[in-house]
């Protein structure tokens, strides 16, 4: 747990300080005792660990201005909740809290001008106006409308959604405007739990807070809506089959085709040309006369029809 620093001290000893003032001038019941004790104590100990988180030993000069402001709105809500009980003395809870919204115009000046301006200072400054809003709207709602409380519970109900969509915690760019809405919540609201206006002249400048609070919260939504973060493309998985490598079957070589076997050539016996027998050499024609008897006809019917002139049959 982080150590509390003497800042949130002094502000938790000053709220009781504070509440027992009012306990001794316009008294203070019992449950006002107890939720402005809790509110201090919370707030004390929010402050202690938002410093240590923020590794700072103590507050600046805007942040002590804002814990005096936060003194004042645990004042206003000790007297509005002793107003459930009892009527509340209305023109010191204006005025308190008349003192709390100037004070929210001071801190961020001495911010400026002293160069302490922080993430923490901007935050405790924002707590401590929407709890000043919520508490107001609690104190109006009895005479104005239950709807009223849409104007100190629209903060927290923006908080809660952000827990579900995460895209409304993105960083929001400075806007002036939004600062002027805040600031004319709490003095509308403040001018409403006077009752110096007629009652319908009450109800309008509370639809008129809530118009301007509605249009503020919905730019900065759609702002948001419009640059959030794309959603992530879901890659299908493959099932195990198919990621499995594929293994081609076996090549079967085709058998070679069958060559026939080339018988080879048979030897030709070579024709062998003998000589004549007897030379003739006569300048004349002689007639030779035939080796064989002739019978021409017969030798071609024992021979298939064909008559060979090969001399050597």
Sequence with gaps: MPTVRSGPMIGLGAQLVVLAALAATVGLSGAGWLVGTGYAVVTCLALSRGLHRAGASRLGPADRVTLTRGVLVGAVTALVVDSFSRPAPVGLLVAVSAVALLLDAVDGLVARRTGTVS?????????????????????????????????????????????????LSGSLPPRYWRKVVAAAQGVLLAVAAARVLPEPWTTLVLVVALALLVE??????????????APRSV???????????????????????????????????????????????????????PLLPVHASAMAGGSGGTVHSDWRL
């Design 216 to 229: 503020s919260f919905g730019r900065d939504v759609a702002w948001l809506w419009r640059r959030r973060p």
């Design 235 to 289: 890659v299908p998985q493959a099932p195990a089959a198919a990621l499995a490598p594929v293994t081609a079957p076996p090549t079967v070589a085709a058998p070679a085709p069958t060559v026939p076997p080339v018988r080879a050539p048979r030897a030709v016996p070579a024709l062998v040309v003998l000589p004549p027998m007897l030379p003739v050499a006569v300048p004349s024609p002689v007639s030779v006369p």
């Design 119 to 167: 993430a923490l200072g901007a935050r405790f400054d924002m707590e401590v106006d929407a709890f000043l809003i919520l508490v107001l709207s609690v104190y109006v709602a009895p005479t104005a409308g239950a709807w009223v409380l849409a104007i100190g519970a629209m903060r927290y109900a923006f908080v809660a959604a952000s827990a579900v969509l995460p895209w």
